[in-house]
């Protein structure tokens, strides 16, 4: 029991990431390789405004949450936009945000130096419970809510509000939402703003679960991520879900009966097996992509 | 005369090196039918297109009620009411029936519920499908809500691209008489069509489009009664 839910609690933040990740990648059909660095960069931010400007760690994960949003707005400004109309611009892309991901993590370590950062202590509070005979924290039940959360809020954003539907509408035909009055540079806008805020939120919440921040756990958690939303189905938030609580489960359970050295092993041929299985990814659906 | 509530000047679009539209000028007066006719790739389309601007004229002047909108991007010009049905449709298959018609509202920053309602009153067919994937609809069908989805803007111009290419006799006829019915309730419309003769007989005032310039303007009814131009621009009757 306890494993399970140790596997839940890191696999809900698995998912938060590989759902901003997917978020972009469902509406423009591109990749972008610096959503790692802004999980680490707002994981680094968070600490500083829990130790430097003296925030609880709650107060502090909104602040993120539109430092993030900014992120992503530049993001999408600098590494995409001005790709756009370039036939190779999906390839493009995925270089431009790898080369803005390599300068802000430059940026990280100009800023915060090498060394690997915690919060200070007392900033976590020792509440835990008892469940089902597991130990659980108070920390973790808050880092579950809060990813669970945002999942709903923004699986309801993209099915059922306006802003949701002009996101759907850009991603099908970006011809005919334009036709239909929607200004589609701001509608991407606003999904790298939002998937970036997801990222962010994910990198505070990886760096309370563990109490740590380095410069290259984006990098660490960026294959975990690819493999999440290939495995839950390119674009499906549902999917990503899923894909994060599989392999957060697996990394925990073959730590558990296996061995440490077999995690990523067991994880990620787990994730092999699926494919196998189900090319398209869990809840994607089959698609042909046009050259 | 009252002034025209759209001209064109000496329209000129370009895809790189090609010249598409050479020196193109129309106007529609309020409430009228103008038809731009042509063989495909006479221009028709890239000169609707750089109206609606999706696409950035090279030279030219464009006015919409007096305003210069020549250099407006299309996203600001739905709003204003100039509404564009596109060439192919171009319907959103994965989203529902309903939200593509929602999706109508958009700049007016609501869903239209209202106008959601008044065009299912107007297309049955549309409310019987509205949960559906748009993509499940006929073509027929997928023309009638593209229509209504571009009536919910609340346009005082309909640009219509092909509106009834790749449709069955029978589904024409009920697409002219949707687009008559709109110019009556006073909704200027300028329809591009191969389907000359057809469009012609709905239109006030025609152009003829050859390589990308207008050789033949005037009223409709001359432009049909005209042997030269029947024979050289219109070819045989359809029978549509």
């Known amino acids: 029991m306890q494993q399970l839910l140790n596997g839940i609690f890191i696999g809900s933040i698995y998912a938060l990431f590989a759902i901003g990740f997917t978020l972009v990648f469902g509406i423009l059909d591109r990749l972008n390789l610096a959503h790692p660095a802004v999980f680490a960069a707002s994981a680094f931010v968070g600490i500083e405004l829990v130790e430097r400007g003296g925030l609880s760690l709650w107060a502090a994960l909104p602040i993120v949450f539109v430092f993030g949003a900014l992120l992503g707005l530049v993001i999408e400004r600098v590494a995409f936009r001005p790709l756009k109309g370039r036939a190779d611009a999906h390839f493009a892309g995925l270089i431009s945000s790898i080369a803005l991901a390599g300068m802000l993590v430059a940026l990280l370590q100009w800023r915060y130096g090498p060394d690997t950062r915690r919060f200070p202590p007392g900033s976590f509070p020792d509440t835990r419970f008892e469940f089902a005979g597991a130990q659980v924290t108070l920390v973790q039940v808050v880092i579950l809510a809060i990813s669970l959360a945002l999942m709903v809020g923004l699986t309801y954003m993209v099915t059922r509000t306006r802003l949701g539907r002009g996101m759907r509408a850009v991603a099908e035909n970006p011809t005919a939402a334009r036709v239909l009055g929607v200004d589609v540079d701001r509608v991407t806008a606003v999904t790298f703003a939002i998937s970036s805020a997801l990222g962010a939120v994910a990198g505070v919440l990886f760096a309370i679960n563990v109490n740590t921040a380095q410069l290259g756990m984006g990098s660490a958690i960026e294959l975990k991520g690819l493999a999440v939303i290939i495995v839950g189905g390119m674009g499906s938030l549902p999917g990503a879900l899923i894909g994060g609580l599989l392999l957060g489960l697996a990394e925990v359970f073959a730590v558990q009966y296996i061995g440490s050295s077999w995690r990523d092993v067991i994880a990620f041929g787990l994730l092999f097996v699926i494919l196998l299985l189900r090319p398209q990814g869990l809840l994607g659906a089959r698609k042909v992509r046009e050259v | ?240």
């Open chain 2, 1 to 240: 005369m009252s002034d025209p509530i759209l001209t064109v000047e000496a329209l000129r679009v370009t895809y790189g090196r090609v010249e598409a539209v050479r020196d193109v000028s129309f106007r529609a007066q309020q409430g009228s039918l103008v038809t731009l006719v042509g063989a495909n790739g006479a221009g028709k389309s890239s000169v609707i297109n750089a109206v609606s601007g999706m696409l950035r004229p090279a030279g030219g002047r464009i006015t919409f009620e007096g305003q210069d909108i020549t250099r407006t991007p299309a996203h600001k010009l739905v709003g204003r009411g100039l509404v564009q049905v596109p060439e192919g449709r171009q319907i959103l298959a994965t989203l529902t029936v309903e939200e593509n018609l929602q999706m109508g509202g958009w700049h007016s920053g609501t869903d239209g519920a209202r106008s959601v309602d008044a065009m299912y009153d107007r297309f049955p067919v549309l409310a019987d499908r509205r949960s559906l994937p748009a993509g499940a609809l006929s073509g027929g069908e997928q023309q009638m809500l593209a229509i209504a989805r571009a009536l919910i803007a609340g346009p005082k111009v309909m640009l219509m691209d092909e509106p009834s290419m790749g449709l069955a006799p029978k589904i024409v006829a009920e697409v002219f008489r949707v687009i008559e019915e709109i110019r009556a309730s006073g909704t200027t419309v300028v329809l591009v069509e191969q389907n000359a003769r057809r469009a012609l007989r709905a239109a006030d005032h025609g152009y003829v489009l050859q390589s990308g310039e207008v050789v033949h303007s005037g009223p409709a009814g001359e432009l049909l009664a005209d042997e030269r131009v029947v024979q050289a621009y219109l070819g045989v009757e359809s029978g549509s």
